[in-house]
């Protein structure tokens, strides 16, 4: 398989006050393509940490990460937005949907930077209706349930065609049942070669995936 994510000795240190927060501790890590990874720790573990990174959303103090075989830590502020928009498809467990726009619109948002408008609306539309949700397109995110926001958010996160998936608790404001459909979903989704990590701290939310990577004190330690 493709190697999509590589990261060797990474860590990242944050100052508070005068003290240093040695937050990852040289972590190294690959996922390959189609590989779906959870990743586990306590609260303070560098899970968080570690996602922000992989995300280009943060910039490590040391070591090395490659995204496709291409260096990235070095990447400059827009550089790093441009590769997130492009490569990288995020869910969060608050959903992150903009109130006064509908589905279809919150999911188009991605593309509009590199599509036009009805081209971006199609993708959207086809994105929607992967995930279940082509009865709700017009519907605002105060019309859906908890399942059906995270749905929607999924499918914002499917329409830019990333190379990973990066979920960041996706289950984590919702009850049992709807969050085990959110997991069945994703694992559809690696079944169809989707590569996934998610950061978790529940065990049957991992049971999922294909492989559990624990973190303990900004390390990596199975």
């Known amino acids: ?71 990235v830590s070095s990447l400059s502020k827009n550089e790093r937005a441009r590769l997130r928009n492009q490569r990288i498809g995020f869910i969060f467990q608050s959903f ?18 590199r599509r036009n408008t009805k081209e971006a609306r199609k993708s959207a539309e086809r994105s929607l209706e992967r995930v279940g949700l082509a009865q709700r397109l017009n519907h605002h995110p105060n019309e859906l349930s908890g399942g059906e926001r995270q749905r929607v958010a999924i499918a914002r996160a499917l329409v830019v065609e990333p190379v990973i998936l990066l979920a960041d608790e996706p289950t984590g404001n919702l009850d049992s049942v709807t969050g085990a459909e959110i997991m069945s979903l994703l694992l559809e989704l690696s079944q169809d070669g989707r590569t996934i990590l998610v950061v978790t701290h529940n065990p049957q939310v991992a049971a999922h995936a294909h492989r559990i990577v624990h973190m303990k004190d900004g390390m990596v330690v199975v």
């Open 96 to 113: 992150n949907l903009l109130p006064r726009l509908s589905a279809v619109d919150n999911v188009t948002l991605p593309l509009l930077y």
């Open 1 to 71: 398989m493709d190697e999509i994510i590589r990261t060797q000795n990474l860590s990242r240190t944050y100052l508070l006050g005068k003290s240093e927060v040695h937050a990852l501790q040289g972590v190294d890590l690959s996922i390959a393509a189609g590989d779906f990874v959870a990743l586990m720790g306590s609260s303070g573990s560098g899970k968080s940490t570690l996602l922000h990174l992989l995300g280009c959303l943060d910039t490590p103090t040391a070591g090395s990460y490659y995204l496709e075989g291409r260096e």
